[in-house]
């Protein structure tokens, strides 16, 4: 019963601030679909709304809330505003999934924004609503989140890259990282298993649970400084540095951004582009230069010049 009362007092929260959204307001039906719930379920919330005291009114067969209701607790500027906006469109990209906890962050930040952002940030967030959904990751997260806010031990079963089996693990969570490569989010934590700190995507988790053990996060760790020296968050080893030449016909799009912050460009003579990387040499930096195709040349290091020469070959080969 516990857990009804709390299911139904975060839907009521999200139904409050899905009706803010959308000023000429939504279906009976509509909401329902939203909460995965049926229409005499819905009915019954708007009815506990209007109970509590959120002044909801009918527009034909819509049930909307008056907008000068709320007092929004920040104000933004519009290019903060804009900066949220952006974010949203960056999810979307990065997630490629349905996340309820996605969709609720960005509807409460949406009752802050002015038009037109307000509605571009909905159409973003209705259209995530439409792709596939991944309970189980979903779950992983929250207790992952749970756990690294209480700093408290997990024990997982992880299917490390190239084994047969997964083992069980107990990790003291010390930050989570998204990763643009690859689409996936990972755990930089500490590994009682090998006493060293490891990095271990969430993905390949198969259950969890919180352990009554508790962790101090050492003073000396900074997930900024230990993601430093790596392309992607594959960190460990040593930042070596990286030239690369990039062909006079990509040498614009290439100086337009930066790729890491230690990044340094120069246009050549002849129109190319040298690119001066610190980095940690990985598979994901080898994905990268691979992805220009024939318009980029390492130069240093050997060693990798060496490894991007061989997968060029095995193309050749799969592909001749």
């Known amino acids: 019963m516990k857990s009804k009362d709390t299911d139904r007092k975060a839907r009521l929260y999200y139904v409050e601030h899905l009706l803010f959204q959308k000023r ?14 049926n ?35 920040v104000h933004f500027t519009r ?11 960056l999810m979307l990209s990065y997630a490629h999934r349905s996340d309820p906890y996605i969709k609720s962050a960005f509807y409460k930040l949406n009752c802050v924004v002015p038009s037109p952002l307000k509605e571009q940030i909905l159409n973003t967030i209705e259209w995530m609503q439409k792709l596939p959904r991944n309970d189980m990751l979903v779950r992983h997260i929250a207790i992952l989140a749970e756990a690294w806010t209480k700093q408290q031990t997990v024990k997982i079963n992880y299917h490390t890259f190239g084994e047969d089996k997964p083992k069980t693990r107990e990790i003291d969570t010390y930050f989570i990282q998204p990763a643009a490569i690859g689409h996936a989010i990972y755990v930089i934590a500490y590994c009682h298993l090998v006493g060293e700190i490891r990095l271990f995507k969430i993905e390949r988790i198969k259950s969890i649970e919180i352990t009554k053990k508790t962790y101090r996060i050492p003073d000396s760790f900074n997930a900024n400084e230990y993601l430093s020296a790596s392309w992607g968050v594959v960190a460990g080893g040593d930042a070596e540095t990286v030239k690369l030449r990039f062909s006079p016909a990509v040498a614009q799009i290439l100086g337009e951004s930066v790729w890491h912050p230690s990044q340094t460009v120069e246009t050549l003579e002849d129109g190319s582009l040298l690119m001066t990387l610190e980095v940690v040499p990985s598979m994901e930096l080898m994905g990268w230069i691979l992805s220009w195709g024939e318009k980029v040349e390492v130069l240093e290091p050997k060693e990798l010049r060496e490894d991007v020469i061989d997968a060029v070959k095995g193309l050749a080969k799969l592909y001749k």
């Open 24 to 37: 000429y307001g939504w279906t009976i039906d509509e909401i329902a679909d939203k909460c995965d719930v």
């Open 39 to 73: 229409a005499r379920t819905t009915r019954r919330d708007l009815e506990a709304l209007e109970r509590s005291g959120v002044p909801l009114y009918q527009n034909s067969d819509k049930w909307c809330v008056k907008q000068d209701y709320y007092l929004p607790p």
């Open 79 to 89: 290019p903060e505003a804009m900066s949220i906006f952006l974010a949203s469109r």
